[in-house]
């Protein structure tokens, strides 16, 4: 069964840096989103991607926050200039139609900001 | 805007007992509802979905409109159904999934 993957599993970073988390959807899909987990909160809606363009994004989703795919495979999250409270887990998900029907997640890059 | 509520955040069950997970949604347009189960250290995946009624791993939910509910049951509990579980709701035709807290399910031996 096709899988989203996403690395790396796990990222320490300083407070103050930028970091990438890198996912790869699955090759027929065509949205592409990023949802956080804050530990012991619920899984939080970030961004949503189309046609090479932000479709939607929550006000989260600030200018600090910024996603692209470079290559046709990968999806990128940047996050300029991290924050503690940016330590979360971070999902990817691809569908390959609009809606929650055809979601697949990755297994999640948690992100620890010291 | 639109909510989900799982009101217990932790259950704890004896195998071969039924099982209710609850759930609760706010939202004035027509939602889809899904329910989400992690297990341990693995990814989301998608249990169920209102619109397609399936019965999957044993577990069923209905959408009730009247109360604003989608509560996950199963009739007799077993070991392996231990996981983490999310409801969540999109809106019809739109992208973004809303989940509530999650309820984490222990099956007791």
């Known amino acids: 069964e096709p899988e989203v993957t996403q690395t790396p599993s796990h990222q320490v970073t300083q407070m103050g840096q930028e970091v990438i988390l890198r996912c790869v959807p699955i090759?027929?899909?065509?949205?592409f989103y990023w949802y956080r987990q804050i530990l012991g909160q619920k899984v939080e809606f970030l961004v949503s991607f189309y046609n090479n363009e932000i479709s939607e994004k929550s006000e989260i989703f600030d200018d600090q926050f910024s996603v692209e795919r470079p290559d046709g495979s990968n999806f990128t999250l940047k996050i300029r200039s991290t924050k503690l409270e940016d330590s979360a887990m971070y999902f990817c998900?691809?569908?390959?139609?609009?809606?929650?029907?055809?979601?697949?997640f990755g297994s999640g890059t948690r992100l620890t900001v010291v | 805007a639109q909510r989900v509520t799982q009101p217990e955040k932790l259950l704890s069950v004896f195998k071969g007992a039924p099982v209710e997970l609850k759930c609760n949604y706010s939202y004035s347009g027509s939602p889809e509802l899904f329910w989400y189960v992690q297990y341990s250290r693995q990814r989301l995946q998608l249990l169920l979905r209102h619109i397609s009624r399936e019965s999957i791993k044993g577990f069923t939910a209905d959408l009730n409109k009247g109360e604003t509910s989608f509560h996950l049951k199963k009739p007799f509990a077993q070991e392996e159904d231990s996981a983490m579980y999310y409801c969540?709701?999109?809106?019809?035709?739109?992208?973004?999934?809303?989940f509530g807290t999650g309820t984490r399910l222990t099956i007791i031996p």
């Open positions: 090759s027929n899909h065509l949205y």
């Open positions: 969540a709701l999109a809106n019809f035709g739109n992208e973004k999934l809303t």
């Open positions: 998900a691809s569908s390959v139609r609009t809606g929650g029907l055809g979601y697949t």
